[in-house]
């Protein structure tokens, strides 16, 4: 979904979450090339400009929702709610401060609570500002980026935390017999793998609600398994936000993956 839509109430929820994810991207892009600021300086700028405009454009368009941010105060008014957006403004902010780095990222996701009182992610987008692509939880094809990654060997490759790799990372990686590819932002690593680049994200060790749901919820719509290392489903919305761990795989490694990242 490559059209830049106007923003406005009438969008749907999926065609919303593309425009914001967009438009906070392209905002972070002009902060980056115009503030003269770099490194943790320019995160907590990103950071806070982003956050203001998703949140202006929520009360604006979508003023009955909820919304859970990694920069604004939860004030837990979403654990009512029928409508929750969860938001990351900025997913990997050390390298959105960092010159010539494109793996970085807006996330922009909802939550809607079902007839049991449960619920799931129903829509969302992930933004990579970088390269100017935004990737949207429907399951149209997903094109490679010519030159992002180096050409695809038989090797299989897991995408992993490029400061902080789970444990289990090795284990994975002679699972699959794969290499170990360190890249920023959850959905960054999350997109590699929608795009074929990679064939498993995985996590762990910490994480938070708004930097797993729009990548997962893509990631879904594309027909990737998406799981706690144990297996177990993502389940957002929750009043501890804290959900440390996640994979990401092609449904034919699955069964390995998650055999070599079981606790
Ligand atoms: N051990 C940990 N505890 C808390 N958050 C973590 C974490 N490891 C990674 N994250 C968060 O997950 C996102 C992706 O990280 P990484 O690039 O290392 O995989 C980052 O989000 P933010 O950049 O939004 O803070 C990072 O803060
Ligand atoms: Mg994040």
Not at 180 to 196: D, I
Request: aromatic share 6%.
């Amino acid at each position: 979904m490559a059209v830049r839509a106007e923003l406005n109430a009438d969008l749907t929820d999926l065609e919303l979450a593309v425009a914001l994810a967009t438009a906070a991207g392209d905002l972070l892009l002009s902060v980056r090339a115009d503030s003269g600021l770099s490194g943790r300086d320019l995160g907590d700028v990103g950071d806070r400009r982003s956050d203001d405009f998703l949140q202006e454009q929520f009360a604006r368009l979508r003023p009955d929702d909820a919304v859970l941010s990694e920069e604004s105060t939860d004030d837990l008014a979403r654990l009512d709610a029928r409508r929750v957006w969860i938001v990351d403004p900025v997913d990997g902010t050390r390298e959105y401060g960092t010159e010539g780095r494109a793996d970085w990222a807006v996330h922009v996701a909802l939550w809607e609570r079902g007839e049991s009182g449960d619920g799931n992610l129903t829509a969302g987008a992930v933004a990579l500002p970088a390269l100017g692509i935004t990737y949207a939880s429907d399951p149209a094809p997903v094109a490679p980026v010519v030159g992002l990654a180096p050409p695809r060997t038989d090797r299989a490759r897991v995408v992993v935390s490029g400061s902080r790799p789970p444990a289990f990372a090795d284990s994975v990686a002679s699972a699959l017999d794969a290499e170990l590819v360190p890249v920023g932002s959850a959905g960054a690593k999350a997109m590699a793998v929608v795009r074929g680049e990679a064939d498993a994200y995985v996590h762990g060790g910490g994480q938070f609600e708004w930097d797993s749901a729009a990548p997962v919820v893509v990631a879904q719509a594309k027909g990737l398994w998406c799981s706690r290392i144990d297996g177990s489903p993502l389940v957002y919305n929750q009043r501890d936000t804290y959900l440390p761990d996640l994979i990401i795989c092609r449904p034919e490694v699955a069964e390995s993956v998650l055999g070599a990242s079981r606790p």
